[in-house]
């Protein structure tokens, strides 16, 4: 246990189980691929989808490139 919550054993597959309220609130769908960030002095994990990673990434290479993101 960690503080008062269980730990989740995760199996043997590269897959981890996400319920599925936080999948849409996050705009996740079965299948896609995410970043998962862990920040565990605050005892977090940020899921974010792949294309929303994209959407970030192409706006800070735009500010540091200079012009319009692609």
Known sequence: ML???PLDVLACT???MIPA???ARCG???GDSVLL????RRDILL???LPA???ALAQRHATV???EPA
């Open 47 to 49: 899921v974010d989808p």
């Open 14 to 16: 590269p897959q981890i």
């Open 28 to 30: 996740i769908r079965t």
């Open 53 to 55: 990673v994209d959407e």
């Open 65 to 67: 490139w200079g012009g």
């Open 37 to 40: 960030v862990a920040d565990p």
């Open 3 to 5: 503080g008062d919550r």
């Open 21 to 23: 309220t936080a999948r």
